[in-house]
């Protein structure tokens, strides 16, 4: 069985994070970057664990210099979502990645990002929107600049604001800074938190920062109080199983904690992510959580859903998206 044609809403992807080795490979080839070091011998991106795997992301990072090289980039990952049945994406986009968070240069970045999002939907029918991220290992002076972009440019893609990065760097406490600037120019927020960290970080991501998504999560299994916290306040979880397997954050796929989750009453849904590092898709994805947990068509339809009220767009865009989830099935 395979859920592939069925219509889908992902919320936590990297822009970056979707490139696929060849694409950068030859931006490699192009710019006579040599990061051949980050490839293993099938091509496939190579690493030990998660701080390897920030490590192997940047340095496949560095071959995207332009905004041209982005709008690229954002065609070959939408062809690439779009054959997966996903109809409305929403993607973490980095001025540290986009012109180093000056915001002249992270506005050309967007704008070849926009173009490229543009085309794709009228081409593929996929909708992309932008979580801008400030990146936790860079440190909180380095996610203010970033937020400021944010801010900057908050509208209709740039829909949110986020973190991502080393989650074990610092206190939730001490990117309040930036998540306050965003948050008072509108923006709805989410952050990652409990891939690593447990249900204190989860705790502190909810209480210092005010989220409204958390990214991963799951570590607020090992606290019913931290259940608790994210029932009541309506939070959804951006669960990512498979990019949790692959990292070792959880054990394997029988020890995820997503059903359980979602059994205690706490909003999750499916996102793959960085897919090809962790060779996944969002058809693999429902596939595994099928095998696992049994989850069929019901389940994945409610799964959808739940995302689909808790995308950062506009009630128009949802809307809309809403129509294609319901005709499609
Ligand atoms: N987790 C945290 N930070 C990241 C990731 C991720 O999977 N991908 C890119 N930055
Ligand atoms: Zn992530």
């Given amino acids: 069985m395979t859920f592939q044609t069925m219509p889908k809403v992902e919320l936590h992807t990297h822009l970056e994070g979707c490139a696929p080795p060849a694409f950068i490979k030859q931006l490699a080839h192009e710019k006579k970057i040599d990061i051949s070091g980050i490839f293993d011998a099938g091509g496939g991106y190579a690493f030990r664990d998660f701080d390897h795997f920030l490590k192997v992301y940047e340095a496949a990072c560095t071959t995207l210099q332009s905004p041209d090289d982005f709008r690229r980039l954002t065609m070959a990952v939408l062809e690439e979502t779009a054959a997966h049945g996903v109809v409305y994406m929403e993607t973490f986009v980095s001025p540290d990645f986009c012109g180093g968070g000056d915001l002249a240069a992270w506005k050309d970045y967007l704008a070849a990002i926009e173009d490229a999002a543009r085309e794709a939907e009228d081409k593929l029918g996929i909708t992309l929107k932008g979580i801008v991220t400030g990146i936790r290992h860079f440190g909180p002076e380095a996610c203010k600049p970033a937020a400021r972009c944010a801010a900057e440019t908050f509208g209709d893609f740039v829909t949110g604001y986020g973190m991502a990065g080393g989650e074990m760097v610092r206190r939730p406490a001490d990117y309040a800074y930036s998540f306050d600037m965003a948050r008072e120019a509108g923006m709805p927020l989410t952050c990652h938190a409990g891939e690593w960290g447990g249900a204190a970080m989860v705790a502190e991501t909810i209480r210092h920062l005010k989220v409204a998504r958390i990214g991963h999560g799951i570590g607020a299994i090992d606290d019913h109080a931290v259940i608790d916290q994210i029932v009541e306040n309506d939070l959804v979880l951006e669960v990512c199983p ?66 689909l009220a808790a995308a950062f767009c506009d009630d128009d865009t949802k809307a809309r998206v809403a129509k294609r989830l319901e005709t499609a099935q």
């Fill in 242 to 307: 498979g990019s949790n397997v692959v990292l070792k954050a959880v054990d394997g796929w029988g020890s995820h904690p997503i059903a359980k989750l979602r059994d205690a009453g706490v909003k999750v849904t499916v996102s793959t992510d960085d897919p090809p590092f962790f060779h996944t898709t969002m058809t693999a994805e429902y596939d595994m959580l099928n095998k696992t947990f049994g989850w069929g068509e019901d389940d994945f339809k409610a799964l959808n859903k739940t995302a």
